[in-house]
């Protein structure tokens, strides 16, 4: 496996492992909204309560279909160009 591979794995578990956090744990999802700079801007723009369910219902399982793609790329499942 080339190194570029292994980021690749890394960063797709990761984004996996975040991405099932953010849906099934609530408490990660207000907290990321209280405190993270992204996540207070997308407080102000949809109100705390609104946010929190976007991070639950829209960008959690998001995160998780990114890093599964990530996986599949990294461990070749398809072809990419050289």
């Not at 591979?5 to 956090?21: A, D, E, Q, R, Y």
């Not at 793609?69 to 499942?77: C, D, F, K, Q």
């Amino acid at each position: 496996m080339d190194s570029q591979n292994i980021v690749f794995c890394l960063f797709g578990l990761m984004t996996i492992g975040l991405g099932l956090v953010a849906t099934l744990h609530q408490g990660f999802a207000e907290w990321y909204v209280l405190r993270s700079g992204k996540g207070r801007l997308w407080g102000r723009i949809l109100g705390e309560e609104r946010a929190v369910k976007a991070m639950r219902r829209v960008f959690g399982p998001l995160a998780v279909i990114v890093g599964v793609g990530l996986l599949v790329v990294a461990l070749g499942l398809i072809p990419t160009a050289p």
